[in-house]
Nanobody, 113 residues
Framework: QVQLVESGGGLVQPGGSLRLSCVVS????????MDWYRQTPGKEREWVAR???????NYVASVKGRFTISRDNAKRTVYLQMNSLKPEDTAVYYC???????WGQGTQVTVSS
């Protein structure tokens, strides 16, 4: 069964860090480009970062220099290291695999003092 399971969210103060994880099952993980998205209530889901099957990375301008996406094909896992977090980073974060149509349940990140 195809499944994406995100974890690692939580409450953090501004300037803090979190590392999100997403484990993928039911697909040949190494062939997928992997993306992270985020969504806040009332807004469209926003693309945040991508790591290709060839390990090329791209970021939305607002997180460049603060977030790092990485992957471990042996563990079928993609990560999002988030540093220097800001209140505007508060959202539910989702991972997405390019060859899988379903989404995971997401993980909540709240940046607040």
């Amino acid at each position: 069964q195809v499944q994406l399971v995100e974890s690692g969210g939580g409450l953090v103060q501004p300037g803090g860090s979190l590392r999100l994880s997403c484990v993928v099952s039911g697909s040949i993980f190494r062939l997928n480009d992997m993306d992270w998205y985020r969504q806040t209530p009332g807004k469209e889901r926003e693309w945040v970062a991508r790591i290709s099957s060839g390990f090329t990375t791209n970021y939305v301008a607002s997180v460049k220099g603060r977030f790092t996406i990485s992957r471990d094909n042996a563990k079928r896992t993609v990560y999002l290291q988030m540093n220097s977090l800001k209140p505007e980073d508060t959202a539910v974060y989702y991972c997405k695999a390019s060859l899988i149509s379903t989404w995971g349940q997401g993980t909540q990140v709240t940046v607040s003092s």
